[in-house]
C-alpha cells in the first residue's frame, strides 16, 4: 500500500510560479515511477509529467514541456512539481500518482494509488 498527500497548491498570477509536492508513506514508495496528472472542471483528467523509481527518468507533456519540471527525492519520499511561467489554461486539481516501475506511463488507468488533489488556480 501506498498512501499519497499532495500539497502547495493555490492562487498564482498568469507567468507565476507554484512548487506543488507529495509525501509518499508505505515501505516501497520509492519504488514505483510518479506522475503527477491534473483536471480541470469539465474535462478528463491528462497527464502532466512522470519520474521513474530512481529520478534518472522523466517525461512531460508537450503542454507543460520547459515550463515543469518533475523531481523527486527517495530518502524522503517525496515527488515535487515546480511549475514556471503558469498560464490561466494550467487551472486545474493537481494529483499525485504511483505507477509501475520503468514505465514511464502516461496513462492515468496503469497509476494504481493517488493522492487526493490539490486546487491550482492561474488569474489572468
Known amino acids: 500500500q501506498v498512501q499519497l498527500v499532495e500539497s502547495g497548491g493555490g492562487l498564482v498570477q498568469a507567468g507565476g510560479s507554484l512548487r506543488l509536492s507529495c509525501a509518499a508513506s508505505?515501505?516501497?514508495?520509492?519504488?514505483?515511477?510518479m506522475g503527477w496528472f491534473r483536471q480541470a472542471p469539465g474535462k478528463e483528467r491528462e497527464f502532466v509529467a512522470v519520474?521513474?523509481?530512481?529520478?534518472?527518468?522523466?517525461y512531460a507533456s508537450d503542454s507543460v514541456k520547459g515550463r515543469f519540471t518533475i523531481s523527486r527525492d527517495n530518502a524522503k519520499n517525496t515527488v515535487s512539481l515546480q511549475m514556471n511561467s503558469l498560464k490561466p489554461e494550467d487551472t486545474a486539481v493537481y494529483y499525485c500518482a504511483a505507477g509501475p516501475r520503468g514505465g514511464l506511463s502516461r496513462d492515468n488507468n496503469s497509476y494504481g494509488y493517488w493522492g487526493q488533489g490539490t486546487q491550482v488556480t492561474v488569474s489572468s
Open positions: 519520474i521513474s523509481w530512481s529520478g534518472s527518468r522523466t
Open positions: 508505505g515501505r516501497t514508495a520509492s519504488s514505483y515511477d
